[in-house]
């Protein structure tokens, strides 16, 4: 089965999160249209006039009327205004929690992504560093210089090497993650809390519009028996008032309090996931760092032993060298990769956190 050049490989895979851009943006757009269309029904059902219809007696022994006319609460054209504020709040809620919450969510994803492909062009380089080792013992070899098993020790690394980078793109290729805003995180979780506090006050002002109300309605009377000459206009000016409406503003207040404490708080909230993507990145980094130390010792034995053979002079000398630098290149590859993810992971911990 031919394998996949890894240049292409790549390619593909920075593809896919484009076209899974316009559908993360399709769902953002499709809730607030689904908000806004409701807010919009109940602004209109708030701001116009109700019908009324029906019979009266006035008082006993007058005569039965028709009452035909319309009303409208002033309060519920305020509360029409409000309940689009909110609807609107609501919407950038939303966009604001969705982005936050997938930067949290593919953070990791992301990082672990850029490290894959740093890891293929590594294992890219030393590939073609020793194809041109093998090039050169295969030459010995045609010349009696060297011996089969020298050329077997390189074709062995080639093979791990082909092994590593399928297995890299084997792990890039499941891996996805969508288009994220460039904003650093932080950033994201104060607009987020920014809007969940508009948002909040949008929903307490909606609240506090149903302490007071001031009706007005007009209409015709017609006396039905016996029928008096021609339809009498008529209107009415209500006024209500709550008299709970300060202990009902209290409790709206401490309500709007308790949800920013309960969002701080919340195991499942913005704010509490990133403490937790913060504290797994810094293990991460920590064992990272152990992991190049390590790797930083084997290389420092494989060049003192490489100074030891720097002129092989005899095939042990040669054969020893060609697995050394062999050793190399593979330790190459851990160290780079190493070294890639401690700074990719610093630099993001420095700018999100």
Same mark, same amino acid.
């Given at each position: 089965?031919? %394998?996949?050049?890894?240049?292409?490989? +790549?390619?593909? /895979?920075? +593809?896919?999160?484009?076209?899974?851009?316009?559908?993360?943006?399709?769902?953002?757009?499709?809730?607030?249209?689904?908000?806004?269309? %409701?807010?919009?029904? %109940?602004?209109?059902?708030?701001?116009?006039?109700?019908?009324?219809?029906?019979?009266?007696?006035?008082?006993?022994?007058?005569?039965?009327?028709?009452?035909?006319?319309?009303?409208?609460?002033?309060?519920?054209?305020?509360?029409?205004?409000?309940?689009?504020?909110?609807?609107?709040?609501?919407?950038?809620?939303?966009?604001?929690?969705?982005? $936050?919450?997938?930067?949290?969510?593919? $953070?990791?994803?992301?990082?672990?992504?850029?490290?894959?492909?740093?890891?293929?062009?590594?294992?890219?380089?030393?590939?073609?560093?020793?194809?041109?080792?093998?090039?050169?013992?295969?030459?010995?070899?045609?010349?009696?210089?060297?011996?089969?098993?020298?050329?077997?020790?390189?074709?062995?690394?080639?093979?791990? @090497?082909?092994?590593?980078?399928?297995?890299?793109?084997?792990?890039?290729?499941?891996?996805?993650?969508?288009? @994220?805003?460039?904003?650093?995180?932080?950033?994201?979780?104060?607009?987020?809390?920014?809007?969940?506090?508009?948002?909040?006050?949008? +929903?307490?002002?909606?609240?506090?519009?149903?302490?007071?109300?001031?009706?007005?309605?007009?209409?015709?009377?017609? %006396?039905?028996?016996?029928?008096?000459?021609?339809?009498?206009?008529?209107?009415?000016?209500?006024?209500?008032?709550?008299?709970?409406?300060?202990?009902?503003?209290?409790?709206?207040?401490?309500?709007?309090?308790?949800?920013?404490?309960?969002?701080? /708080?919340?195991?499942?909230?913005?704010?509490?996931?990133?403490?937790?993507?913060?504290?797994?990145? /810094?293990?991460?980094?920590?064992?990272?760092?152990?992991? @190049?130390?390590?790797?930083?010792?084997?290389?420092?034995?494989?060049?003192?032993? @490489?100074?030891?053979?720097?002129?092989?002079?005899?095939?042990?000398?040669?054969?020893?060298?060609?697995?050394?630098?062999?050793?190399?290149? +593979?330790?190459?590859?851990?160290?780079?990769?190493?070294?890639?993810?401690?700074?990719?992971?610093?630099?993001?911990?420095?700018?999100?956190?």
């Amino acid at each position: 089965m031919p %394998q996949i050049p890894w240049k292409f490989f +790549l390619a593909a /895979t920075l +593809l896919f999160p484009a076209q899974a851009f316009a559908q993360e943006r399709g769902d953002e757009h499709a809730y607030c249209s689904y908000v806004l269309e %409701q807010a919009q029904a %109940q602004r209109d059902l708030l701001r116009t006039p109700t019908a009324i219809a029906g019979m009266t007696q006035p008082e006993t022994g007058l005569p039965l009327q028709v009452v035909g006319g319309a009303t409208l609460g002033l309060s519920n054209v305020r509360k029409a205004g409000l309940t689009m504020d909110a609807a609107q709040k609501e919407c950038e809620l939303y966009k604001a929690t969705t982005e $936050a919450q997938q930067a949290e969510q593919y $953070a990791i994803p992301s990082l672990e992504r850029e490290a894959l492909r740093n890891r293929l062009a590594l294992i890219e380089h030393a590939h073609e560093s020793l194809a041109g080792l093998i090039e050169k013992t295969s030459k010995m070899l045609e010349a009696k210089n060297a011996t089969r098993q020298m050329l077997f020790s390189l074709q062995t690394t080639k093979i791990k @090497l082909d092994s590593d980078r399928a297995d890299t793109q084997a792990k890039l290729s499941s891996i996805y993650v969508p288009a @994220l805003s460039s904003q650093p995180l932080k950033e994201l979780i104060t607009e987020k809390e920014s809007s969940e506090a508009g948002e909040q006050r949008a +929903l307490d002002k909606l609240s506090r519009q149903n302490n007071w109300d001031v009706a007005l309605s007009v209409g015709v009377h017609q %006396q039905v028996n016996p029928v008096a000459q021609g339809a009498q206009p008529y209107g009415e000016v209500s006024v209500n008032y709550n008299f709970a409406s300060r202990a009902i503003n209290k409790h709206l207040d401490r309500a709007a309090a308790a949800h920013d404490e309960w969002k701080k /708080t919340e195991e499942s909230g913005v704010v509490r996931i990133a403490e937790v993507l913060r504290q797994q990145l /810094t293990d991460s980094l920590s064992a990272q760092e152990v992991r @190049l130390k390590s790797v930083q010792e084997e290389s420092k034995s494989i060049e003192q032993n @490489l100074g030891l053979v720097a002129n092989p002079d005899t095939s042990a000398a040669l054969d020893f060298s060609n697995q050394l630098t062999a050793a190399r290149l +593979l330790m190459e590859i851990e160290a780079g990769d190493a070294s890639f993810r401690i700074q990719r992971w610093r630099d993001y911990l420095a700018k999100n956190f």
